[in-house]
């Protein structure tokens, strides 16, 4: 998503939930809430981790002032 942030890797923004901080990335970076959100929940291939953790509340998750927020691609399998 650099394509997106003009190259940066980190940037900052502010919400109380996964939800808002999406809206607000969306608000500063357009483009941003396509690759993420799927109508009212994640997209299907992303998880988010929130201060080392990956969350299972998807855009219900709280988030508390200077927590950090990584998107990665979900990852999935089991055993043979």
């Keep these: ?8 890797v980190q940037v900052e ?3 109380q ?7 607000q ?3 500063e970076y357009p483009g941003i809430g396509e690759r993420l959100r799927e109508g009212d929940r994640l997209r299907s291939g992303v998880a988010v981790s929130i201060d080392g ?11 508390e002032p200077g927590s950090e927020v990584h998107f990665l691609p979900a990852i999935a399998g089991g055993n043979r």
């Design 53 to 63: 953790v990956i969350s299972p509340e998807g855009l219900r998750a709280r988030l």
């Design 13 to 15: 923004v502010r919400g």
């Design 17 to 23: 939930t996964v939800r808002q901080l999406i809206d």
């Design 1 to 8: 998503m650099r394509e997106l942030t003009d190259g940066r």
């Design 25 to 27: 990335l969306d608000q």
